[in-house]
C-alpha cells in the first residue's frame, strides 16, 4: 500500500521506537570500530551500522572515483583495491554519491560534490553535500558552484568541471575526466600555467592562471576547455596569447576542504529527523547513509527488494538513525548501489545479488604510520568540540 509521507512519518517514528529495544549490541572489530546487525521481521528490515569512534589517531575520511583517480564506474571492491598504500588502509567503505550509468552519456560521473585529498573532481548539485570543513569537523548542507572563468577586461563566464558540456557555455575538463571527454563535441582548446601562481590539482579557494597551450585539445598540464559556441571569440583571444583566470569558489565557502562527497538529501538535524520531498522518499527501498555524533561515526544501510527486508522510505530511515543517536545525517545512493564493507567483508546483500558498479565510495582509511596521539588531528575524525 501506498504510503503518504505524514503517515509513513509517524509510523516509522512508533515502530523504531518500539523496536529499538531489540536492537543488537555492538560488537568490537578493533581500532574504534563497532558493528551490529539489526532485524525487525514485522516490517521487514534488516540494517547493517558500522560505528566508528571520534578521536582515533590516524582515521580519516577518504573519497574513492569508480577508476581511483578517474572519473569511470568500478565496484566498491575494487575501488578499494586501487587505493595506493600512501593514502591509507581501507578499514571501512560505504557507496557515495548518485552518478550517470552505463547508459547514460558520462558514465560514472558523479551527479554532486567531490573532492578528494583536497581535489575538486566534481563541482555540486542542488542535492546536500557531506564535507570535513577545515577545522576538522564534519558538515551537511547545500553547497553552491562559483566556479567561473575570469577574463582580462573582468567578464566572466560560469564553467562546469568534468561533466557533460550540453547546455553550459563552456566545461573544464581535469586529468580525471580521463577518455570519457574525449569525442564530445565542442570548441577545445588546451591550457597550461601562466606564470608562477599555484596549479593543479584544482583546489577549492584558489584562482589559477592559464594561456593557450596548443590547439589539439591535449594538454601537458591536464586542462582543457570545451566551450559553445558563444566561448569562439573568448577562446580565440586564448590562442592570440591571452590568459584566463580560473576562480574556484563555491557558497558557502568551502576553502581548504580536503573531503567532499554528494548524496542527500539530509535526513537528520540537531538529533531531530526531517521532513522529505525528494523523489520516491515514500518508496521503500535499499538505503544508505552517513551520520554522527559528538562521539561516533555511523555508516548505516538497509537492504531492500528482498524477501527478509523491504528497505526503507526515507522518513523511516531518518527515525532509525535519530535513534541510533545520530545528530546528523545524509542519505547516499541506494538501490543496487547500496553497500557497506567493513575490513574486507560486505556486511550487506546487495539487492541485485552481486556488487554494483558505481562511480564513488567513502571510506574509512587508516594512515599507513598511525601518527602520534598528541596533536593527531584527522580528517573529520576528531571529536567535536
Given at each position: 500500500?501506498?504510503?503518504?509521507?505524514?503517515?509513513?512519518?509517524?509510523?516509522?517514528?512508533?515502530?523504531?521506537?518500539?523496536?529499538?529495544?531489540?536492537?543488537?549490541?555492538?560488537?568490537?572489530?578493533?581500532?574504534?570500530?563497532?558493528?551490529?546487525?539489526?532485524?525487525?521481521?514485522?516490517?521487514?528490515?534488516?540494517?547493517?551500522?558500522?560505528?566508528?569512534?571520534?578521536?582515533?589517531?590516524?582515521?580519516?575520511?577518504?573519497?574513492?572515483?569508480?577508476?581511483?583517480?578517474?572519473?569511470?564506474?568500478?565496484?566498491?571492491?575494487?575501488?578499494?583495491?586501487?587505493?595506493?598504500?600512501?593514502?591509507?588502509?581501507?578499514?571501512?567503505?560505504?557507496?557515495?554519491?548518485?552518478?550517470?550509468?552505463?547508459?547514460?552519456?558520462?558514465?560514472?560521473?558523479?551527479?554532486?560534490?567531490?573532492?578528494?585529498?583536497?581535489?575538486?573532481?566534481?563541482?555540486?548539485?542542488?542535492?546536500?553535500?557531506?564535507?570535513?570543513?577545515?577545522?576538522?569537523?564534519?558538515?551537511?548542507?547545500?553547497?553552491?558552484s562559483e566556479l567561473q572563468l575570469v577574463w582580462p577586461d573582468g567578464g566572466t563566464t560560469p564553467v562546469g568541471l568534468n561533466e557533460d558540456p550540453e547546455g553550459l557555455?563552456?566545461?573544464?575538463?581535469?586529468?580525471?575526466?580521463?577518455?570519457?571527454?574525449?569525442?564530445?563535441?565542442?570548441?577545445?582548446?588546451?591550457?597550461?600555467?601562466?606564470?608562477?601562481?599555484?596549479?593543479?590539482?584544482?583546489?577549492?579557494?584558489?584562482?589559477?592562471?592559464?594561456?593557450?597551450?596548443?590547439?589539439s585539445g591535449k594538454s601537458a598540464d591536464g586542462l582543457v576547455l570545451v566551450g559553445n559556441s558563444a566561448l569562439r571569440a573568448r577562446i580565440q583571444e586564448l590562442k592570440?596569447?591571452?590568459?584566463?583566470?580560473?576562480?574556484?569558489?563555491?557558497?558557502?565557502?568551502?576553502?581548504?576542504?580536503?573531503?567532499?562527497?554528494?548524496?542527500?538529501?539530509?535526513?537528520?538535524?540537531?538529533?531531530?529527523?526531517?521532513?522529505?520531498?525528494?523523489?520516491?522518499?515514500?518508496?521503500?527501498?535499499?538505503?544508505?547513509?552517513?551520520?554522527?555524533?559528538?562521539?561516533?561515526?555511523?555508516?548505516?544501510?538497509?537492504?531492500?527488494?528482498?524477501?527478509?527486508?523491504?528497505?526503507?522510505?526515507?522518513?523511516?530511515?531518518?527515525?532509525?538513525?535519530?535513534?541510533?543517536?545520530?545528530?546528523?545525517?545524509?542519505?547516499?545512493?541506494?538501490?543496487?548501489?547500496?553497500?557497506?564493507?567493513?575490513?574486507?567483508?560486505?556486511?550487506?546483500?546487495?539487492?541485485?545479488?552481486?556488487?554494483?558498479?558505481?562511480?564513488?565510495?567513502?571510506?574509512?582509511?587508516?594512515?599507513?604510520?598511525?601518527?602520534?596521539?598528541?596533536?593527531?588531528?584527522?580528517?573529520?575524525?576528531?571529536?567535536?568540540?
Amino acid at each position: 500500500m501506498k504510503r503518504s509521507g505524514t503517515w509513513t512519518s509517524l509510523l516509522a517514528g512508533v515502530l523504531v521506537a518500539v523496536a529499538a529495544a531489540t536492537a543488537a549490541e555492538f560488537r568490537d572489530a578493533g581500532d574504534g570500530i563497532a558493528y551490529r546487525e539489526d532485524r525487525f521481521p514485522r516490517e521487514p528490515w534488516i540494517l547493517e551500522v558500522v560505528r566508528v569512534e571520534r578521536g582515533r589517531p590516524g582515521l580519516s575520511f577518504l573519497p574513492t572515483l569508480g577508476q581511483w583517480d578517474r572519473i569511470g564506474l568500478g565496484t566498491l571492491t575494487e575501488q578499494l583495491a586501487a587505493i595506493p598504500r600512501d593514502a591509507g588502509v581501507p578499514m571501512v567503505a560505504i557507496n557515495g554519491d548518485f552518478f550517470e550509468t552505463e547508459d547514460q552519456s558520462y558514465p560514472g560521473d558523479p551527479r554532486g560534490l567531490f573532492i578528494s585529498r583536497g581535489e575538486l573532481v566534481s563541482t555540486p548539485s542542488s542535492r546536500d553535500c557531506f564535507w570535513i570543513d577545515r577545522e576538522g569537523n564534519p558538515r551537511i548542507g547545500i553547497v553552491k558552484s562559483e566556479l567561473q572563468l575570469v577574463w582580462p577586461d573582468g567578464g566572466t563566464t560560469p564553467v562546469g568541471l568534468n561533466e557533460d558540456p550540453e547546455g553550459l557555455a563552456g566545461v573544464l575538463l581535469t586529468r580525471a575526466a580521463g577518455s570519457a571527454m574525449s569525442a564530445r563535441k565542442g570548441i577545445r582548446i588546451a591550457l597550461e600555467r601562466s606564470g608562477d601562481g599555484p596549479w593543479l590539482p584544482l583546489r577549492m579557494g584558489e584562482t589559477y592562471t592559464a594561456r593557450a597551450a596548443g590547439a589539439s585539445g591535449k594538454s601537458a598540464d591536464g586542462l582543457v576547455l570545451v566551450g559553445n559556441s558563444a566561448l569562439r571569440a573568448r577562446i580565440q583571444e586564448l590562442k592570440a596569447g591571452g590568459t584566463v583566470r580560473i576562480a574556484v569558489r563555491t557558497q558557502p565557502d568551502l576553502s581548504g576542504t580536503s573531503t567532499a562527497i554528494g548524496g542527500g538529501p539530509a535526513l537528520v538535524r540537531a538529533g531531530k529527523a526531517l521532513s522529505m520531498h525528494a523523489p520516491k522518499s515514500d518508496e521503500r527501498h535499499p538505503r544508505s547513509a552517513i551520520g554522527w555524533n559528538s562521539k561516533y561515526f555511523f555508516f548505516v544501510v538497509v537492504d531492500g527488494r528482498q524477501d527478509d527486508s523491504d528497505g526503507m522510505t526515507l522518513p523511516e530511515l531518518a527515525s532509525y538513525l535519530v535513534q541510533l543517536g545520530c545528530d546528523e545525517a545524509m542519505n547516499l545512493d541506494g538501490g543496487g548501489s547500496t553497500e557497506l564493507w567493513l575490513r574486507g567483508r560486505i556486511l550487506n546483500h546487495p539487492c541485485y545479488g552481486r556488487e554494483r558498479r558505481t562511480a564513488t565510495g567513502l571510506v574509512l582509511v587508516r594512515a599507513a604510520v598511525p601518527p602520534r596521539a598528541t596533536g593527531a588531528v584527522t580528517n573529520g575524525v576528531k571529536p567535536a568540540p
